[in-house]
């Protein structure tokens, strides 16, 4: 648990050192859409949420 922490901690001081924070939408993005995939797998709600991709 603490390394996945380690590695996010990791990314937000290379972003800050290259001054790369337009990358931040394109990682929230990742982020969401991940989440939402892993939500689709276990609910009810899976065959409305196919159906936006």
Same mark, same amino acid.
């Given at each position: /648990?603490?390394?996945? $922490?380690?590695? +996010?901690?990791?990314?937000?001081?290379?972003?800050?050192? %290259?001054?790369?924070?337009?990358? /931040?939408?394109?990682? $929230?993005?990742? +982020?969401?859409?991940?989440?939402?995939?892993?939500?689709? %797998?276990?609910?009810?709600?899976?065959?409305?949420?196919?159906?936006?991709?």
């Amino acid at each position: /648990m603490f390394k996945n $922490l380690k590695i +996010v901690v990791e990314l937000f001081e290379f972003l800050k050192h %290259e001054k790369k924070w337009w990358l /931040m939408p394109l990682i $929230l993005v990742f +982020v969401l859409l991940g989440a939402l995939i892993i939500f689709a %797998e276990s609910s009810a709600l899976a065959p409305f949420l196919y159906s936006l991709f």
